[in-house]
């Protein structure tokens, strides 16, 4: 499986973004997908999670009733739709995909990266 992110850019706060995550191969819909972030000189984090069949979601504290994560398994794309964006926000964001039932929060649990988009929120 191939993982390419798009749909970053520069937007202020306040301001709502919709990053995709393509996959290539036929398999695409039995992964589970995961989207991180990691700012300059920080440690990459955990954002959300979407279940192979969209049915089941989790995102961390700090983005939760701002960012909405959706796949369309026809399309082979997963979607994170970003609202009411904070200069805090600003970093690379990935998505990954494991075919693992591991903890969804480590990246080490991932076997498939893209390549990041970044996002910038201005103030």
């Known amino acids: 499986v191939q993982l390419q992110a798009s749909g970053g850019g520069l937007v202020q706060a306040g301001g709502s973004l919709r990053l995709s995550c393509a996959a290539s191969?036929?398999?695409?819909?039995?992964?589970?997908v995961g989207w991180f972030r990691q700012a300059p000189g920080k440690e990459r984090e955990f954002v959300g999670f979407i279940s192979w069949s969209g049915g089941s979601t989790d995102y961390t504290d700090s983005v939760k009733g701002r960012f909405t994560i959706s796949r369309d398994n026809a399309k082979n794309t997963v979607y994170l739709q970003m609202n009411s964006l904070k200069p805090e926000d600003t970093a690379v964001y990935y998505c990954?995909?494991?075919?693992?039932?591991?903890?969804?929060?480590?990246?080490?649990?991932?076997?498939?990266w893209g390549q990041g988009t970044q996002v910038t929120v201005s103030s």
């Open positions: 191969g036929d398999t695409f819909s039995t992964y589970r």
């Open positions: 990954a995909a494991m075919s693992s039932f591991g903890s969804y929060y480590e990246t080490y649990e991932y076997d498939y």
